[in-house]
């Protein structure tokens, strides 16, 4: 098994940048395809982006093309998920996922583990 630890998750104005890290601990992280979800108040989760277990593969939803980028640094067991050019839609509860290679995708139901989540507002 793996656990999941985010953190980085705060109060931000429109157009504003965070950092958003997924500390794991337990099975070889390089073992693990790693994703980003959100969830916001009243909507149902949604998948954000994610990485393979190398790093050379990123996938985007449309939304965050361009404004979001999707790291991993494997020997610090960690996944970043950089959020620039945050507008009011992007607040919600983000969540890290991860899946032994090579299931990863963009589904929710293809993930095995989650974190507990971290809280992004974004304000006008």
């Known amino acids: 098994q793996v656990q999941l630890v985010e953190s980085g998750g705060g109060l931000v104005q429109a157009g504003g940048s965070l950092r958003l890290s997924c500390v794991a601990s337990g099975r070889t992280f390089s073992w693990y395809d790693m994703g980003w979800f959100r969830q916001a108040p009243g909507k149902e989760r949604e998948f954000v982006t994610r990485?393979?277990?190398?790093?050379?593969?990123?996938y985007y939803a449309d939304s965050v093309k361009g404004r979001f980028t999707i790291s991993r640094d494997n020997a610090k067991y960690t996944v970043y998920l950089q959020m620039n050019s945050l507008n009011l839609e992007d607040t919600a509860v983000y969540y890290c996922a991860a899946v032994e290679h090579p299931r990863g995708g963009n589904y929710g139901r293809d993930y095995n583990y989650w974190g507990q989540g971290t809280q992004v507002t974004v304000s006008s």
């Open positions: 990485i393979n277990w190398s790093g050379r593969n990123t």
